[in-house]
């Protein structure tokens, strides 16, 4: 059974921290590029980072840039999304998702395996 499972979101101040994970399950993280996406209320799912099967191709979204770091542990068949200064923003449902492929997109449309999210909200 192929699953994926986030986890580490929660209730932060501005400027506060939080790293999320996601653990794969009955498969393999090795072969796949792994994304992590979020959706506002009201908005439609956006790309936030991915990384490439390889851990040497990243791509980061302008509002998270400098601020967000995703990395992969393939030992633990894990990957992580560490979020600094986290804004306002960024409150949303975050999600990982998978590829069986070596690059990642940022198009929601190009994963095929989805976590069930993971609430970050972010407030004072």
């Known amino acids: 059974q192929v699953q994926l499972v986030e986890s580490g979101g929660g209730l932060v101040q501005p400027g506060g921290s939080l790293r999320l994970s996601c653990v794969a399950s009955?498969?393999?993280?090795?072969?796949?590029?792994i994304g992590w996406f979020r959706q506002a209320p009201g908005k439609e799912r956006e790309g936030v980072s991915c990384?490439?099967?390889?851990?040497?191709?990243?791509y980061y979204a302008d509002s998270v840039a400098g601020r967000f770091t995703i990395s992969r542990d393939n030992a633990k068949n894990t990957a992580y999304l560490q979020m600094n200064s986290l804004k306002v923003e960024d409150t949303a449902v975050y999600y990982c998702a998978t590829r069986r492929s070596r690059s990642c997109r940022s198009s929601t449309q190009a994963y095929a395996n989805w976590g069930q999210g993971t609430q970050v909200t972010v407030s004072s």
């Open positions: 990384i490439n099967s390889s851990g040497d191709s990243i």
């Open positions: 009955g498969f393999t993280l090795d072969y796949y590029a």
